[in-house]
């Protein structure tokens, strides 16, 4: 299809993107639109640089490799460089998403499943401020390069999302209801959206500010995978260890880092926000386990850092979009289940803190975590809604320190946000876990 400089490594990425936009802010409609967009990313290795070109006319990708091209210094020994030699030569097309498109849903639908909820946002009076938004995405990509790759795949998101902030003139409170799947859904969500105003309004009633101090603390599955991919996952990326002989120290393959008990993965092939059929420099994605029964197992990586550091290549290279080249990112993050019932990861506890829903979290080194609801848990017993600025704690400290993890895993997607790194945001991911026990975590 394409003629590939000889002696170059070259390859072309190309995206066909239709998506739709629907946000009101207090039941006014604010926008609601479906576009289609199409762009390709060139790259040239010539084994010392890389040469990048981002286009939009992708009649004239030709051209452009061309141009490209000559920027670089042939190799006849190309094919031998280490970090050529990693990349996979993957044939063949890949959607799951042909029978269930969701550019084939009209808009009106989306519209109309979205405002078929604003009544019970619009009933509450203690709900001051809402918006809601359904968005999706469907995302087909072509990956061809010199060596021979040639691959056709798709993913797609659908989603809806509404965020309240509520206040009865003495407290506030804000959290936001999400649903979102691969395709369009119109699920009866009346009881799920009556419970979640239900509890909001609950909690802004009857929440106290918690007694700041050190406590064993629950994460649900939301907030388990938040750690996990703030505070771990983001330190598994390989990039950060290039050229970083401390970070390679610290992070060396077979060092204890976490209980024994505890088993983080990261996989592209799971269905959701996070799924992807092969990453952005066309390699399969793979279950990695980062860390396996405490020991820290593996990270993520491009065909360069994989070649940097003489390791396997994990389908692990995305961008946000064809305007960027791929970086090393995570795909769906997640700690595996344990071997105790949800009731018995709380029974154990006299005295200690449930973090339910959560606002955002971040960290490397230490991590800190913003509740939205929270709860303390008194005689394994969820109890006495409470207010809490922040839980943080040393990232290896809280790893050693999980002592509970339920027998069922439950993963997180999102239609709206996204992971961000250097200037790369909103990317899609998931993540998730279990109910997730802390024996020791510093609450404000």
């Known amino acids: 299809m394409f003629q590939f400089p000889e002696n170059l490594y070259s390859d072309i990425r190309i995206e066909s993107v239709f998506e739709t936009q629907i946000r009101y802010v207090q039941g006014e409609l604010e926008e609601i639109k479906n576009r289609d967009i199409q762009g390709a990313l060139i790259r040239i290795f010539d084994g010392k640089k890389w040469y990048y070109s981002s286009i939009t006319e992708v009649d004239k990708i030709q051209d452009e490799l061309n141009k490209l091209a000559k920027f670089a210094s042939p190799d006849k020994n190309i094919n031998e460089n280490p970090v050529v030699k990693k990349f996979e030569v993957n044939k063949g097309e890949y959607s799951k998403f042909a029978d269930n498109n969701i550019k084939n849903i009209p808009i009106e639908s989306k519209d109309n499943f979205l405002k078929k909820n604003f009544h019970f946002f619009e009933e509450n009076k203690n709900i001051k401020v809402w918006r809601a938004s359904y968005i999706d995405k469907n995302t087909t990509k072509e990956f061809f390069s010199s060596k021979g790759a040639n691959l056709n795949f798709s993913t797609q998101l659908a989603g809806i999302n509404y965020h309240l902030k509520m206040s009865d003139g003495k407290s506030h409170f804000a959290d936001k209801f999400s649903r979102c799947y691969d395709f369009f859904n119109e699920a009866d969500l009346t009881k799920e959206i009556q419970d979640f105003i239900n509890e909001c309004d609950n909690f802004l009633k009857l929440a106290v500010p918690v007694k700041p101090g050190k406590y064993t603390v629950v994460l649900s599955p ?11 996952g983001h330190k598994s990326e390989a990039d950060f260890m290039i050229g970083d002989e401390a970070m390679k120290k610290e992070w060396t393959i077979g060092k204890k880092v976490g209980a024994d008990i505890l088993t983080i993965v990261d996989d592209g092939n799971v269905s959701g926000s996070g799924y992807i059929p092969f990453d ?3 390699t399969s994605p793979q279950k990695k386990f980062l860390i396996k029964n405490g020991i820290l197992s593996g990270r993520l990586h491009s065909t360069v850092t994989a070649a940097e550091l003489n390791e396997q290549v ?17 795909t769906s993050t997640y700690i595996l289940p344990g071997a105790s019932t949800k009731a018995e990861v ?44 922040v839980v943080t704690g040393n990232v290896f400290e809280t790893l050693m320190e999980i002592d509970g993890l339920s027998d069922k895993c439950e993963i997180i997607s999102m239609s709206e946000g996204g992971c961000g790194k250097m200037e790369q945001w909103p990317l899609p991911v998931s993540f998730g876990g279990p109910y997730v026990r802390i024996k020791s975590l510093n609450v404000q």
């Not at 994990?314 to 995570?330: D, H, S, W, Y």
């Not at 975590?369 to 409470?386: T, W």
Request: proline share 4%.
């Open 280 to 282: 952005d420099e066309g």
């Open 222 to 232: 939301q907030a388990a995978g938040i750690f996990a991919h703030e505070s771990f």
């Open 346 to 389: 709380f029974g154990e506890i006299k005295e200690g803190i449930f973090i339910k829903s959560v606002i955002h979290g971040s960290g490397l080194s230490t991590f800190t975590m913003a509740p939205a609801l929270a709860y303390m848990i008194h005689e394994g017993k969820i109890s006495q809604p409470v207010n809490i600025s």
């Open 314 to 330: 994990t389908g692990n290279a995305r961008a946000i979009n064809f305007e960027f080249e791929p970086i090393v990112r995570m």
